[in-house]
C-alpha cells in the first residue's frame, strides 16, 4: 500500500518541531491566526449559552409570554439552532471548496451577523425563531469551516492542538455568555421592574467578536492545500513559507508542498478517469457525495467521522441541566451557578490539557481515557439518582457527591470526545472530498444534538434514572469502539492518512502517482490525455 506522501517524500520525516505545547509555542504565528480562526468556536458557544439565561428574565418573559409560559415552545426555539445548524454544516462544504475555507468563514460570519441583530432587536416571536435559525446556519458553517481550516493550516506535529482550539473556544463562549446573562440580568432589578436591555444586550454584543472575526479574516492565508486544488502553487509556496516561518529553500517546505501537488493531482486526475464526460460542478458533486458511502475506504472513514458525533451526542452531554441540579436537592440561586457557571469553568480549564498534550498522547489514548472516566461518572450518578431520587432533602450530602460526579463526567467530556470530534474528521479524508465529508459529519453531530434534546427531557420523566444509564451505554462502546476500530492518525500528514485507512493502494495508482512525482519534479505540467495527466494503462485498469 503507497500513499501520497510515501511516494513523494519518500518517508522522509516532515517535523517543524515538537509536539504539545511546545509544538504550539514554537509555531506563534500560525497558533495566532488559529486563534484567530477558533472565534468561530467562540460565537458558537456564546450562542448556545446566552439563550438560556436570557429565556428565563422575567422583562423578556413579559415581552414574549408565549415563549416564557411554553416549554414547548421554548424547546422548539432552542432546537431551532441546532436545525439552522444542520443545514449550514451540509451547505459549507461546496462552499468552502468554490470559495475557499477562508472566505466560507467570512460569509458564515457575516450570517451571523445578520441573525443576531433580528435576536435583538426582535418585537415577536417569529423574529426570534426566524433569528435563531439563521444564526443557526452560520453555527453549522462555522463548526464545519474551523476546523477544516485549521487542520489544513497546521504542521502534523500540532495538527490536533489546533483544531483542540475550536473546543476551547466554545467552552469560552458559553462561559462568557453565562455570566453575562447572570450580571444583565440584575438591569432595573430581576422583576417587574427588569429593564428590557437586561436580555437584548447579551444577544446584541455576540455582533462584537463577530466583528473581529469579520476584521481578522481578511489578514488570515488561504489554506495551502486549497490554493494547490486550484492550481495555485506559488501562493501556497509563499503561505507554507510564512505558516512554517522559513525559507523557500528549506527541504521540509519543498516536500511538504510537492507531498500536497502529488495528492491533489491524483485526486483531480483520478476523479476524471472515474467520471469521464461529466463537467457539470454539481453532477460531479453528487457523484463525489456518493461516493463517500459507497468507496470502501472512503466509506470506512466517513463511519469513524460520523460515529465520532453520534457518540458524542449520546454520551449524555446534554443531560446535565439546571433540572437535573434541582432534582438532586440544590436549590435556590446555586442552581444556576452550579449548572451552568461551574460546569462552564470546569469544561473550559478541562480542555486545556487536550491543547497542550493531544498530539503526544494520541487521539485514541484520549478517547479511551475520557470514555472510561466518563462511564464511571455516569454510572455512579445514575446510581445515586436511582437509590436517592425520593430523599434527596435528607441526603444532602449524597446531593452534592452526585454534583461532584457530574463535573467529573464534564472534565472528561471536555478534554476527550469534546476535542477530538471536530479533529478526525478534519484530517482524514483525501483532498477531493474533504470539505464534504467534514460537512456531512459535522451535520450529523447537529442532527444527533437535536435528537437527544428532544427525547432526553421525555426520557428523565419516564426512565428517571435509567436515562444515565441509557447514555452509559455509549460511554462503554465509546471504549470498545475506539479500542478495536479507530486508528491513530497523531503526528500523520494529512496526506498520510491513505497508509492508515487504504486508498491508492492498487498497482494502477502507484504506477499513476509515481508518474505524477516524475512529471512534478521534473517541472512538466504537460496535460496529458486531453483533460488529465492519467496514462492510458491507469485508465484501462480503472
Given at each position: 500500500m503507497?500513499?501520497?506522501?510515501?511516494v513523494?517524500?519518500?518517508?522522509?520525516?516532515?517535523s517543524?518541531?515538537?509536539?504539545?505545547?511546545?509544538?504550539?509555542?514554537?509555531?506563534?504565528?500560525?497558533?495566532?491566526?488559529a486563534?484567530?480562526?477558533?472565534?468561530?468556536?467562540?460565537?458558537?458557544?456564546y450562542?448556545?449559552?446566552?439563550?438560556?439565561?436570557?429565556?428565563?428574565m422575567?422583562?423578556?418573559?413579559?415581552?414574549?409570554?408565549?415563549?416564557a409560559?411554553d416549554?414547548?415552545?421554548?424547546?422548539?426555539?432552542?432546537s431551532?439552532?441546532?436545525?439552522?445548524?444542520?443545514?449550514?454544516?451540509?451547505?459549507?462544504?461546496p462552499?468552502?471548496?468554490?470559495f475557499?475555507?477562508?472566505?466560507?468563514?467570512?460569509?458564515?460570519?457575516i450570517?451571523?451577523?445578520v441573525?443576531?441583530?433580528?435576536?435583538?432587536?426582535?418585537?415577536?416571536t417569529?423574529?426570534?425563531?426566524v433569528?435563531?435559525?439563521?444564526?443557526?446556519?452560520?453555527?453549522?458553517?462555522?463548526?464545519?469551516?474551523?476546523?477544516?481550516y485549521?487542520g489544513?493550516?497546521?504542521?502534523?506535529?500540532?495538527?490536533?492542538?489546533?483544531?483542540a482550539?475550536?473546543?476551547l473556544?466554545?467552552?469560552i463562549?458559553?462561559?462568557v455568555?453565562?455570566?453575562?446573562?447572570?450580571g444583565?440580568?440584575?438591569?432595573?432589578?430581576?422583576?417587574?421592574?427588569?429593564?428590557?436591555?437586561?436580555?437584548?444586550?447579551?444577544?446584541?454584543?455576540?455582533?462584537?467578536?463577530?466583528l473581529?472575526?469579520?476584521?481578522?479574516?481578511?489578514f488570515?492565508?488561504?489554506?495551502?492545500?486549497?490554493?494547490?486544488?486550484r492550481?495555485?502553487?506559488?501562493?501556497a509556496?509563499?503561505?507554507?513559507?510564512?505558516?512554517?516561518?522559513?525559507?523557500?529553500?528549506?527541504?521540509?517546505?519543498?516536500?511538504?508542498?510537492?507531498?500536497?501537488?502529488?495528492?491533489?493531482?491524483?485526486?483531480?486526475?483520478?476523479?476524471?478517469?472515474?467520471?469521464?464526460?461529466?463537467?457539470?460542478?454539481v453532477?460531479?458533486?453528487?457523484?463525489?457525495?456518493?461516493?463517500?458511502?459507497v468507496?470502501?475506504?472512503l466509506?470506512?472513514?466517513?463511519?469513524?467521522?460520523?460515529?465520532?458525533?453520534?457518540?458524542?451526542?449520546?454520551?449524555?452531554?446534554?443531560?446535565y441541566?439546571?433540572?437535573?441540579?434541582?432534582d438532586?436537592?440544590?436549590?435556590?440561586?446555586?442552581?444556576?451557578?452550579?449548572?451552568?457557571?461551574?460546569?462552564?469553568?470546569i469544561?473550559?480549564?478541562?480542555?486545556?490539557?487536550?491543547?497542550?498534550?493531544?498530539?503526544?498522547?494520541?487521539r485514541?489514548a484520549?478517547?479511551i481515557?475520557?470514555?472510561?472516566?466518563?462511564?464511571v461518572?455516569?454510572?455512579?450518578?445514575?446510581?445515586?439518582?436511582?437509590?436517592?431520587?425520593h430523599?434527596?432533602?435528607?441526603?444532602?450530602?449524597a446531593?452534592?457527591?452526585?454534583a461532584?460526579?457530574?463535573?467529573?463526567?464534564?472534565?472528561?467530556?471536555?478534554?476527550?470526545?469534546?476535542?477530538?470530534?471536530?479533529?478526525?474528521?478534519?484530517?482524514?479524508?483525501?483532498?477531493?472530498?474533504?470539505?464534504?465529508?467534514?460537512g456531512?459529519?459535522?451535520?450529523?453531530?447537529?442532527?444527533?444534538?437535536?435528537?437527544?434534546?428532544?427525547?432526553?427531557?421525555r426520557?428523565?420523566?419516564?426512565?428517571?434514572?435509567?436515562t444515565?444509564?441509557?447514555?452509559?451505554?455509549f460511554?462503554?462502546?465509546?471504549?470498545?469502539?475506539?479500542?478495536?476500530?479507530?486508528?491513530?492518525?497523531?503526528?500523520?500528514?494529512i496526506?498520510?492518512?491513505?497508509?492508515?485507512?487504504?486508498?491508492?493502494?492498487?498497482?494502477?495508482?502507484?504506477?499513476?502517482?509515481?508518474?505524477?512525482?516524475?512529471?512534478?519534479?521534473?517541472?512538466?505540467?504537460?496535460v496529458?490525455?486531453?483533460?488529465?495527466?492519467?496514462?492510458?494503462?491507469?485508465?484501462?485498469?480503472?
Amino acid at each position: 500500500m503507497v500513499s501520497a506522501s510515501a511516494v513523494v517524500t519518500g518517508d522522509n520525516d516532515i517535523s517543524y518541531g515538537p509536539a504539545g505545547y511546545k509544538g504550539l509555542l514554537s509555531q506563534k504565528y500560525v497558533l495566532g491566526m488559529a486563534s484567530f480562526a477558533s472565534i468561530g468556536g467562540l460565537l458558537f458557544g456564546y450562542d448556545q449559552g446566552v439563550i438560556s439565561g436570557v429565556l428565563v428574565m422575567h422583562s423578556f418573559g413579559d415581552k414574549f409570554p408565549d415563549l416564557a409560559n411554553d416549554p414547548t415552545l421554548q424547546g422548539w426555539m432552542v432546537s431551532v439552532l441546532t436545525l439552522g445548524a444542520m443545514v449550514g454544516a451540509f451547505i459549507n462544504g461546496p462552499t468552502a471548496d468554490k470559495f475557499s475555507r477562508r472566505w466560507s468563514l467570512l460569509f458564515a460570519n457575516i450570517v451571523f451577523l445578520v441573525g443576531s441583530i433580528i435576536q435583538a432587536a426582535a418585537q415577536s416571536t417569529a423574529e426570534i425563531f426566524v433569528g435563531r435559525f439563521i444564526a443557526g446556519i452560520s453555527i453549522g458553517m462555522l463548526s464545519m469551516g474551523v476546523p477544516l481550516y485549521l487542520g489544513e493550516l497546521a504542521p502534523p506535529n500540532i495538527r490536533g492542538s489546533l483544531v483542540a482550539l475550536q473546543q476551547l473556544a466554545i467552552t469560552i463562549g458559553i462561559m462568557v455568555a453565562f455570566w453575562l446573562d447572570y450580571g444583565t440580568q440584575y438591569i432595573g432589578g430581576t422583576g417587574e421592574g427588569q429593564h428590557a436591555v437586561a436580555w437584548r444586550l447579551p444577544l446584541a454584543l455576540q455582533c462584537l467578536p463577530s466583528l473581529i472575526m469579520l476584521v481578522a479574516i481578511f489578514f488570515l492565508p488561504y489554506s495551502p492545500r486549497w490554493l494547490v486544488n486550484r492550481g495555485r502553487n506559488e501562493e501556497a509556496l509563499e503561505t507554507l513559507c510564512r505558516l512554517r516561518r522559513v525559507g523557500p529553500e528549506d527541504p521540509r517546505v519543498a516536500a511538504e508542498l510537492m507531498e500536497i501537488k502529488v495528492a491533489a493531482t491524483f485526486d483531480r486526475e483520478s476523479l476524471a478517469v472515474r467520471f469521464p464526460g461529466i463537467t457539470s460542478p454539481v453532477k460531479l458533486a453528487l457523484r463525489q457525495y456518493a461516493e463517500l458511502f459507497v468507496v470502501r475506504h472512503l466509506n470506512r472513514r466517513l463511519i469513524i467521522a460520523c460515529l465520532l458525533q453520534i457518540i458524542q451526542q449520546f454520551t449524555g452531554i446534554s443531560t446535565y441541566a439546571p433540572t437535573i441540579f434541582k432534582d438532586i436537592g440544590l436549590s435556590g440561586n446555586s442552581v444556576s451557578l452550579l449548572a451552568t457557571g461551574v460546569v462552564g469553568v470546569i469544561n473550559f480549564f478541562s480542555t486545556i490539557p487536550a491543547i497542550m498534550y493531544l498530539d503526544r498522547w494520541g487521539r485514541r489514548a484520549v478517547l479511551i481515557v475520557g470514555g472510561v472516566g466518563m462511564s464511571v461518572a455516569q454510572l455512579i450518578v445514575g446510581t445515586m439518582y436511582a437509590v436517592y431520587q425520593h430523599k434527596w432533602e435528607s441526603n444532602r450530602g449524597a446531593g452534592w457527591a452526585t454534583a461532584v460526579f457530574v463535573w467529573v463526567y464534564i472534565s472528561n467530556f471536555a478534554f476527550s470526545i469534546g476535542c477530538v470530534n471536530w479533529i478526525m474528521p478534519s484530517e482524514i479524508f483525501p483532498p477531493g472530498v474533504r470539505s464534504k465529508a467534514v460537512g456531512v459529519a459535522i451535520s450529523t453531530n447537529w442532527f444527533s444534538n437535536f435528537i437527544v434534546a428532544l427525547i432526553t427531557p421525555r426520557m428523565l420523566r419516564a426512565w428517571k434514572f435509567g436515562t444515565f444509564y441509557f447514555f452509559l451505554v455509549f460511554c462503554v462502546l465509546l471504549v470498545v469502539w475506539v479500542w478495536f476500530f479507530v486508528p491513530e492518525t497523531k503526528g500523520r500528514r494529512i496526506e498520510e492518512m491513505d497508509d492508515i485507512f487504504g486508498g491508492n493502494s492498487g498497482e494502477a495508482d502507484i504506477r499513476m502517482m509515481e508518474e505524477i512525482r516524475a512529471r512534478l519534479e521534473g517541472g512538466n505540467t504537460t496535460v496529458l490525455d486531453g483533460k488529465t495527466g492519467a496514462s492510458a494503462e491507469y485508465r484501462e485498469e480503472a
